[in-house]
């Protein structure tokens, strides 16, 4: 079960920040975007420490507001919500 959830959890990571690549090709290139609520959905399902490497290293939506405070606002929680899972 561990290994499965390290396999998932670097899986979508992984598609995190591919997803903030890919955005911020197209955003340089003025095509189609990736919707924002893709991009935090992705960081909200597991995905947030690849979405916040993606964004830090393309330097991509590092000054957009509110999409800046609410993908560093996930982590937090899901470490709050791991905490008190432990608790249990």
Same mark, same amino acid.
């Given at each position: 079960?561990?290994?499965?959830?390290?396999?998932?959890?670097?899986?979508?990571?992984?598609?995190?920040? &591919?997803?903030?690549?890919?955005?911020?090709?197209?955003?340089?290139?003025?095509?189609?975007?990736?919707? #924002?609520?893709? &991009?935090?959905?992705?960081?909200?399902?597991?995905?947030?420490l690849g979405a916040i490497a993606g964004q830090q290293l393309?330097?991509?939506?590092?000054?957009? #507001?509110?999409f800046r405070t609410i993908l560093w606002s996930i982590p937090? &929680?899901?470490?709050?919500?791991?905490?008190?899972?432990?608790?249990?």
């Open positions: 079960m561990v290994a499965g959830i390290a396999v998932y959890l670097a899986a979508i990571n992984a598609m995190a920040f &591919l997803a903030f690549a890919s955005d911020k090709r197209r955003a340089v290139a003025g095509d189609r975007r990736t919707p #924002e609520q893709t &991009l935090l959905g992705l960081a909200a399902i597991g995905g947030s393309f330097r991509h939506k590092t000054r957009k #507001e509110p937090v &929680l899901q470490a709050a919500a791991l905490a008190g899972w432990r608790w249990l």
